[in-house]
């Protein structure tokens, strides 16, 4: 689980660095500070998920986590539609957030079980 711990910051980070190139508006100012915050929020409840007090709050916390990941995943698609050329970057932390949620909705399902 190290990993994944290292693996979510290294995603609040990287979320945090592309968000400072995103282009000046009102759109993209809300999206900044939405994506920011639930990126963050991936890593912080990931690391909080990883001293909780009893499997169900374990699960729980888990849970945050994956709801965070998807919010994330939102912001990124709305990103990806308003784009008017590709961007590497945005594919690859599109992709690095629907892995996040995939693997919290199986450590979830597995610690349930």
């Not at 592309?18 to 759109?27: A, H, S, V």
């Not at 990126?39 to 965070?68: C, I």
């Not at 599109?94 to 399902?109: F, G, H, Q, T």
């Amino acid at each position: 689980m190290q990993d994944l711990k290292a693996r979510t910051k290294r995603f609040a980070l990287d979320i945090i660095l592309f968000c400072r190139k995103l282009p000046k508006g009102i759109e993209f100012d809300v999206i900044r500070r939405q994506l920011i915050r639930s990126a963050t929020s991936v890593a912080a409840n990931y690391r909080a998920s990883q001293r909780a007090k009893s499997k169900a709050d374990f699960t729980h916390k888990l849970g945050t986590v994956e709801e965070e990941a998807d919010e994330s995943l939102f912001w990124l698609e709305c990103l990806v539609e308003l784009a008017t050329r590709e961007h590497d970057e945005l594919k690859r932390l599109l992709n690095e957030a629907n892995e996040l949620v995939s693997i919290m909705v199986a450590s979830r399902k597995k610690a349930r079980d």
